[in-house]
Structure formats: structure tokens, C-alpha cells
């Protein structure tokens, strides 16, 4: 256990404290959207569900840029820079490697959860019962674990620039498809069934919903739960292909 925190703060200071790629892209272009689209862009008053359920589509659009995007990325640059390499030579296996990943982008997930929240609290004077913001950062942080998914399924290709346009074109059309940056309802109609079977489509529903005190669809619960069982097989079989390729 010991070992295993000592290698969770080395690989937080690496990967994340001197990384400002991560600063950039997984909180402050979230943060940037949200106080362009409620305080910038909108004319007239604007209504104070607006406030919340938009608080919520960004923090989820944080949640993809940190999984999908930026976790992918830096383990394709450890494994560029032969840090795994330098794991197999140390005391610690890559099994403390990935664990300390995990506790990592767990905590990166409720960092990212926190600062949207109090951001739009206090840019909107967001008022909401405790209960109500427990139970929408609870969820949105359990329910990033799929994304992780994805963001580890994308690692597993050779190439570190195939990695980075893998996560881009992940990314963006996740959130766009989903509804996060403008309601699904305006897309075209084929286009709207293909993003309400996306993972990301019943995490922001729900989310949505826990927000807003209205009742919450219990498909959507277990869709999510498909979806990450479906991407837990994934990783777990590109783990052992590689395994296989290696030998």
C-alpha cells in the first residue's frame, strides 16, 4: 500500500501538477464555455434551470476531456518516453503503474467536479439543496468510470500521434452528439438516435435530472452500466492482445 501511494504521488506531480496541458484543455475550456454561453452570449435573463443544466453538460464535457483525452495521451507519452520501461527495472510492477493511474484520474475526476460547481455557483448565484449537489457530483464522479474506459482502450494504440487523433476524434463528437454543448433535439433525427445510444448521453441525463429535482429514467442507469461493462471487456482484451503481440 505504501508503495503504491509513494508511485500515485510521483505519477500525479508528472502527469498532471507540471502538465499544463491538462489545466488547459479538462478545466479551463469547460469553465470558458459555461461563462461564455450564460454570461457572455445570453441576452435578457436568463432562466436559473438554464444555469444548472448547462453547469452540468460542462462538467461532463470536463469529465471526457480528462478521460478520453488527456489520460490516453499521457499514457501514450510514458510509453513514448519508456516509463513503463524504467517500472520493470524499479521494485514497483506496472501493476502499482496502474493503479496509481486510477486513483489518479479518480481524483482528477472530482477536482474537475468541484471546481465547475463552484465556479457556476458563484458566476450564477446557483443555489441548491446540499442534498442535491452531493448526489449530482457523486454521480457525475462514479459515472466517469466509462470514460476512463475509453480513454485506456485509446492508449492501447502504437502510435502516439494515432493516439492523440484517436482522443480528438473521440472527444469532440462524444460531447457535440451527446447534447452537451446545445440540446440533442436540434440535430437531425438520424443523428440524435446514434447520440442517445453514446455512453456519455445517459450519464448527462441523469446528471441532468439529479440536478433539476425531476425523476430519473432507470434505463439510463442501466445503459451506463452496459456501456461499462462493455468497454471494461474491451480494455481487458487489448490488455492481453498486446500481452500476446509483446510475446
Known amino acids: 500500500m505504501q508503495l503504491l501511494m509513494v508511485q500515485s504521488k510521483l505519477d500525479f506531480k508528472r502527469a498532471y501538477l507540471r502538465n499544463p496541458r491538462f489545466f488547459i484543455f479538462s478545466l479551463l475550456m469547460p469553465i470558458v464555455f459555461y461563462l461564455l454561453f450564460t454570461k457572455v452570449m445570453m441576452t435578457g435573463e436568463m432562466p436559473a434551470s438554464f444555469a444548472v443544466q448547462y453547469m452540468l453538460s460542462m462538467t461532463t ?24 520501461d524504467l517500472i520493470d527495472l524499479s521494485p ?3 501493476g502499482y503503474y496502474y493503479g496509481a493511474k486510477l486513483i489518479n484520474i479518480m481524483l482528477i475526476n472530482g477536482l474537475s467536479v468541484l471546481v465547475i460547481f463552484i465556479t457556476a455557483a458563484f458566476s450564477n448565484q446557483i443555489v441548491l439543496d446540499w ?20 480513454g485506456l482502450s485509446i492508449s492501447f494504440l502504437n502510435d502516439s500521434n494515432l493516439i492523440q487523433l484517436a482522443a480528438n476524434l473521440i472527444s469532440f463528437p462524444l460531447a457535440i452528439l451527446s447534447g452537451l454543448w446545445w440540446p440533442i433535439s436540434m440535430l437531425p433525427k438520424n443523428v440524435q438516435w446514434v447520440g442517445k445510444h453514446l455512453p456519455v ?23 451506463t452500466m452496459i456501456w461499462t461493462l462493455v468497454l471494461g471487456g474491451l480494455v481487458v482484451y487489448l490488455s492481453y492482445h498486446k500481452r500476446g503481440v509483446r510475446a
Do not use: H, M
Open 61 to 84: 464535457y470536463s469529465l471526457i476531456l480528462s478521460n478520453v483525452f488527456t489520460l490516453s495521451t499521457l499514457l501514450a507519452d510514458d510509453q513514448k518516453e519508456g516509463v513503463l
Open 92 to 94: 514497483a510492477s506496472r
Open 201 to 223: 448521453y445517459p450519464i448527462n441525463q441523469i446528471g441532468q435530472a439529479l440536478g433539476t429535482g425531476q425523476s430519473v429514467a432507470w434505463g439510463s442507469y442501466g445503459v
Open 131 to 150: 442534498t442535491v449537489w452531493l448526489q449530482t457530483a457523486g454521480w457525475l464522479w462514479l459515472a466517469s468510470a466509462p470514460l476512463c474506459l475509453i
